[in-house]
């Protein structure tokens, strides 16, 4: 499984983004899909989880302007990320869990919010 992401960028405070992460190989619609940043100095964190069966799960800061969804007829799945601030700035990847329990990371894209 390889999982390409892309749509990082520059933002302003209280600006949109949303990211991409398009999965080649292996049972998408089977598979659980999650986003995950790190920020410069910290470990990486948990951002949000889909399920095959499209169950959504966030993490306390970003519930309510955050949302994970999926796409499995385009093997995608994307994070539309709203009300963005500073916090927020970090390197977004896109992780899968495949059935068998194997997991995969992407390659990551830089998110950057300007105060």
């Known amino acids: 499984v390889q999982l390409q992401a892309s749509g990082g960028g520059l933002v302003q405070a209280g600006g949109s983004l949303t990211l991409s992460c398009v999965a080649s190989?292996?049972?998408?619609?089977?598979?659980?899909m999650a986003w995950y940043r790190q920020a410069p100095g910290t470990q990486r964190e948990l951002v949000a989880v889909i399920t095959s069966g499209s169950t959504t799960n966030y993490a306390d800061s970003v519930n309510g302007r955050f949302t994970i969804s999926r796409d499995n007829d385009k093997k995608t799945v994307y994070l539309q990320m709203n009300s963005l601030k500073p916090e927020d700035t970090g390197v977004y990847y896109c992780?899968?869990?495949?059935?068998?329990?194997?997991?995969?990371w992407g390659q990551g894209t830089l998110v950057t919010v300007s105060s």
């Open positions: 992780k899968t869990r495949t059935l068998g329990r194997n997991e995969y």
């Open positions: 190989g292996g049972f998408f619609s089977l598979n659980t």
